[in-house]
């Protein structure tokens, strides 16, 4: 199984105690955990997925985490 960048990055965090490479905290963190958390209970095929390629799913992803972004934004 072929796994996405981000199951890669939990792990990792997860092993340096939810600390990015810069040394700054995980942001969301908590939700991280609660994701890592709910894969334990249910078996997910992550699937890798260029970015930016005009594959719809993709790029309605990417739209909605942007105006997600944008919500937190001051």
């Given at each position: 199984m072929k796994y996405c960048e981000m199951y890669y990055n939990i792990l990792g965090w997860k092993r340096k105690g939810w600390v990015l490479a810069s040394g700054q905290p995980?942001?969301?963190?908590?939700?991280?955990?609660?994701?890592?958390?709910?894969?334990?209970?249910?078996?997910?095929k992550w699937?890798?997925?260029?970015a930016h390629k005009g594959i719809l799913g993709n790029e309605k992803a990417d739209q909605l985490a942007k105006e997600g972004a944008a919500l937190y934004k001051s």
């Open positions: 995980v942001k969301n963190k908590v939700d991280f955990e609660e994701l890592d958390s709910v894969l334990k209970l249910v078996n997910v699937i890798y997925v260029e």
